[in-house]
């Protein structure tokens, strides 16, 4: 009898090393309470909540609440405490960018805090030395780090508490140290060997030398004394500390002994950007983010191309599901590498991209089969996220990178912090929206998200992962409103992305590119989009880290998730 159940009701297929289940198992009721992809329930409290990747960071948060601090102060205190204990995807060497709703206004504020290329690279170097596109290590991917200047405009605007008690707690984790996790010690196992094996110096310095000589594993203490100073400096001193004295010129010199061009000037010219943010209505919730240099807007895209369907009729993982999300996907990255650019140096056709007409007109160009797409004709153009809310209505959807990873590789003289590579991220043909020129935000991936409910605040939610964000976030707006999925469910649920097409770098590739999903999609649905001309592949780790926070604005309680594919916890009190 059992083996008749599991034949005709369970059906496990092995593809590619992997373990896929039927149709049938993806509305199979595993929880008590039938949420089928939720590997937890809902945080849920009254007074406050963090959900942060880290467990000890969320922690943190929760102490500046109690406290007295407001979500603005609590966001600081984790994000920097995410800087000591997740050096591989995040730290004071990167940017960062914010959506904050203020409970007192009742609006909510965008922050751009990334930085700008180096006044005295041009794009006639690149040429000169026969670059054909700029290097992801080394000096010369090196862009400004915005991510202090940006914990003091936000603290600046909404700040409550005094910023030196809001960073002690991350300068103690620093100087007595903490017990890695097992992802970050998988990260750092991988990273820091290759920095080494390319010479660069001070990674062994800063990395290892400090916590006994090896190459710290999961339970280690580890600790970062170096970076506890210059914490301590930024406390004491402002975002002048940082930005205008030692600690700047230490990183303009470094540079500069390193072959590259970012100085001290660079540094002291720095300021970030407060912005109004930009939304679509999806199916009557208002879905925000902020507008490029960041690929924001390729979600609102997205989804305004897919509010043309009906998903109440296309069941959650189905081949049709996949594959209108796939041609979506084509459609608004193919627009993202065209027009997405620093707006002080492109005119993006914002309106354009997210009107009503545009998308009914380019959900036309979808068919029943696989294809391949340009961008829309318009006249006139590793990383950590988390999000805080407080007793009083203010909440913080960031996101804080150095991308790839750990960075460029370019560790600072005893400062504790490698410096983003993010430069990268610039294209090196002439007369494109993101060619690269001096003093030019890149084009940048790391996204927060928002949305909003009547104008109230409904989700403050973000994805980790480079590419896959837009594509992320797209699919969390989904599970929630198109499939009825509570914030946890929503996260844990089986993803799946695709690669290919053309680059705000400026390339490209020829063919159809590749769905790969993670195991929980059914063999149905594989064969289904191979039948529609897909090619369809496997990965892991490419699916980012969702953290989420929901205000029910009837009963009054916050509703807090963090996913299972990272260390990650959401609390509240």
């Known amino acids: 009898m059992i083996q008749l159940y599991i034949k005709a009701h369970l059906k496990r297929f092995l593809i590619g090393g992997l373990l896929l289940l039927s149709s049938i198992s993806i509305h199979a009721q595993d929880r008590v309470t039938g949420r089928t992809f939720a590997t937890r329930s809902e945080v849920l409290a009254q007074n406050g909540m963090v959900a942060t990747s880290h467990p000890l960071a969320t922690q943190v948060g929760l102490d500046i609440l109690k406290k007295g601090g407001n979500a603005i102060d609590a966001a600081i205190a984790a994000n920097a405490t995410l800087g000591l204990m997740e050096p591989t995807g995040c730290g004071i060497g990167g940017d960062i960018f914010a959506i904050i709703w203020d409970a007192k206004t009742q609006k909510l504020y965008a922050l751009n805090g990334s930085g700008r290329s180096p006044k005295k690279l041009t794009l006639e170097y ?4 026969n670059y054909s596109k700029i290097p992801a290590l080394g000096p010369l991917p090196v862009s400004v780090p915005g991510t202090v200047d940006g914990w003091f405009e936000m603290h600046k605007k909404f700040g409550t508490m005094e910023m030196k008690e809001i960073l002690t707690p991350a300068i103690n984790y620093a100087e007595s140290g ?33 916590n006994g000589g090896t190459l710290p594993n999961e339970g ?3 600790k970062n004394p170096y970076l506890a100073n210059t914490y301590r400096k930024i406390a004491e001193g402002g975002r002048d500390a940082f930005y205008k004295g030692e600690i700047a010129k230490t990183i303009g010199t470094f540079i500069k002994e390193q072959g590259g061009f970012l100085s001290k000037k660079d540094l002291e010219a720095h300021h970030s950007e407060w912005l109004d943010p930009v939304s679509i209505n999806y199916r009557g919730y208002d879905v925000w983010e902020l507008p490029p240099n960041g690929q924001g807007i390729a979600a609102l895209q997205m989804l305004k191309i897919l509010e043309q369907y009906d998903f109440s009729k296309i069941p959650f993982g189905s081949a049709e599901h996949l594959h209108l999300f796939t041609e979506a996907k084509k459609l608004a990255f193919e627009d993202r590498a065209k027009y997405y650019a620093d707006m002080d140096f492109y005119d993006v056709p914002l309106s354009t991209l997210l009107s009503e007409k545009y998308a009914i007109k380019r959900s036309k160009e979808i068919g029943e089969k696989a294809s391949t797409y340009e961008a829309g004709k318009i006249s006139a153009g590793e990383t950590i996220y988390m999000t805080v809310a407080d ?4 909440i913080v959807s960031l996101i804080q990178s150095n991308y790839r990873g750990m960075g460029s590789g370019m560790v600072p003289p005893k400062l504790g912090f490698m410096l983003q590579d993010r430069g990268e991220l610039f294209s090196l043909t002439e007369g494109q929206a993101n060619t690269y020129e001096p003093s030019k935000r ?32 797209t699919q969390i707006v989904m599970n929630l409103i198109d499939f009825g999925m509570n914030l946890q469910e929503a996260g844990d649920a089986p993803r799946w992305d695709h690669t290919g097409g053309a680059s705000p770098t400026g ?12 195991s929980g999609i059914p063999y149905e649905t594989v064969r289904g989009l191979m039948d529609r001309g897909h090619q369809v592949g496997f990965t892991r780790g490419a699916y980012g880290g969702y953290q989420a926070i929901l205000w029910d604005n009837i009963k009054k309680v916050y509703h807090g998730a963090s996913e299972s594919r990272k260390d990650g916890q959401a609390a509240g009190y």
């Open 126 to 129: 690149f040429k000169k030395n």
């Open 178 to 210: 903490f017990p890695l996790t097992e992802l970050i010690a998988w990260y750092m196992q991988k990273s820091i060997p290759r920095y080494q094996a390319k010479g660069f110096p001070n990674i062994e310095d800063t990395y290892i030398k400090q």
């Open 220 to 222: 280690d203490i580890y």
């Open 391 to 394: 007793k009083e209505g203010n």
């Open 442 to 473: 890149p084009f940048h991936t790391i996204i927060p998200a928002f949305i909003t409910k009547d104008g109230k605040p409904y989700v403050s939610f973000g994805v980790m992962g480079g590419d896959f964000q837009p594509q992320g976030h």
């Open 507 to 518: 390339e490209t590739t020829e063919n159809k590119g590749m769905i790969r999903v993670e």
